[in-house]
Every structure is written in structure tokens, then in C-alpha cells.
């Protein structure tokens, strides 16, 4: 199965500054399926990006990915209050779908 | 809307057995395949199982292969997870997850709330 790395595990920032979230695969990510989602304590994961640079509807344009093969990158460019969660990056390239371990991005 | 809420979690000795639904709303059912992505509490995300849109894929994660079955109704908008010979280690929240088209394509579009499962003697 595909080994997904992220850097960093934490992201200490404050409101206004930029969030950058590497995500490494162990082999190429089929297709660049990759996606990153957002999660909030106590409530489930939100999808934010598909295709690793595909933006879910509804999601602010201050989300941003990037990315092919085997690294890709989240970017928020100027860190809402509300943005202050765990991120996770996914490939569902080659089952079975993994994830990362997560980066929570903290004030 | 899109609804997905989870139903049947709770607490259970291991080795015995559990079934989790997953009641839909909001979209047209059959016309998606559905996964269940798990979450033990304070942990990362790990997927359990996937089923396309006429249950003809089914697929498993290594973890829980041979003593979980997922299923669907799409009468009744429903999805299931039947979950035997629990272990202490399938402690999470369950999510209901909604794939982007009716194959099982791994693209997790929409999340439930989650229902939380614990295997404790």
C-alpha cells in the first residue's frame, strides 16, 4: 500500500500568516488522486482538495494544492481563526486508500 | 441537502459482534458508491471498506477483512457495516462517507458525523 508522510506534524502560526503542509508518497500517486482534507475537533473531516489541486465546492480560494507524483503541497495563504484544525492528506490512486498522519495547524 | 448520519455504535465486549447503519439523504442514493473511513479516538484516519453503487465491488482493508461486511439497500437509502469478532484494536469513530461517482473511486466526497464503536471487557 502507498505510504503517505506529512510534514510538519505540527504548524504553530499566527492569524494572517501563511500554512504550507507537505505530503509525501512511498510511489507515485496514480493519476495525482490526491486529496486533502480538513478536520476540526469534535467533527468529522471536510474535504478541501481533489485531483491535488481541485478546489470542493464551497471552499475559500485561500486553499490552495499543488503538487504531482510523489510530493504535494497544501497551502492556506493567510490563516483564518477558523482554519486552525488538522489536515490530512489522501491518494485513492491504488487501493487500498491511505492517509497521512495528519498536521495540526495551531495558534 | 446531504445528509448522512450513523446509527448503531456503542459499547461492546470483545469478540462479539456489532452492525452500524448509515441513514442518506439529500442525493440520489444509488448513483454513488459509499465507503466507511474509521478514526480511533485522538488518532489518524484509516479506511475500512467501500461498495459501488449496485454492490457490485466490494472492498476491505487488510485490518478487517473476514470479519466485517459492508452492504447497501438502496431502497431505503441505507448503508451498513456489519462488524464481528471485535477487537480492543477497532476502537474508533465510524464514518459514512460518500464517493464522488458510483464506482469505487476512493474520492471522499462528503463525510457523516461519525459513531463511536468500543470493544472493552
Known amino acids: 500500500e502507498i505510504v503517505l508522510t506529512q510534514s510538519p506534524d505540527t504548524l504553530s502560526l499566527s492569524p494572517g500568516e501563511r500554512a504550507t503542509v507537505s505530503c509525501r508518497a512511498s510511489?507515485?500517486?496514480?493519476?495525482?488522486?490526491l486529496a486533502w482534507h480538513q478536520q476540526k475537533p469534535g467533527q468529522a473531516p471536510r474535504l478541501l482538495i481533489s485531483g491535488a489541486s481541485n478546489r470542493a465546492p464551497d471552499i475559500p480560494d485561500r486553499f490552495s494544492g499543488s503538487g504531482s507524483e510523489t510530493d504535494f503541497t497544501l497551502a492556506i495563504s493567510r490563516l483564518e481563526p477558523e482554519d486552525f484544525a488538522v489536515y490530512y492528506c489522501q491518494q485513492y490512486g491504488t487501493s487500498p486508500w491511505t492517509f497521512g498522519q495528519g498536521t495540526k495547524v495551531e495558534i | 441537502e446531504v445528509q448522512l448520519v450513523e446509527s448503531g455504535g456503542g459499547l461492546v465486549q470483545p469478540g462479539r459482534s456489532l452492525r452500524l447503519s448509515c441513514a442518506t439523504s439529500?442525493?440520489?442514493?444509488?448513483?454513488?458508491?459509499m465507503h466507511w473511513v474509521r478514526q480511533p479516538p485522538g488518532k489518524g484516519l484509516e479506511w475500512v471498506s467501500g461498495?459501488?453503487?449496485?454492490?457490485?465491488?466490494?472492498a476491505y482493508a487488510d485490518s478487517v477483512k473476514g470479519r466485517f461486511t459492508v452492504s447497501r439497500d438502496n431502497a431505503k437509502n441505507s448503508l451498513h457495516l456489519q462488524m464481528n469478532n471485535l477487537r480492543p484494536e477497532d476502537t474508533a469513530f465510524y464514518y459514512c462517507v460518500k464517493d464522488r461517482g458510483p464506482l469505487h473511486l476512493g474520492e471522499f466526497r462528503f463525510w457523516g458525523q461519525g459513531a463511536l464503536v468500543t470493544v472493552s471487557a
Open positions: 439529500g442525493f440520489t442514493f444509488d448513483d454513488y458508491a
Open positions: 461498495i459501488t453503487w449496485n454492490s457490485g465491488t466490494i
Open positions: 510511489q507515485s500517486v496514480r493519476g495525482n488522486y
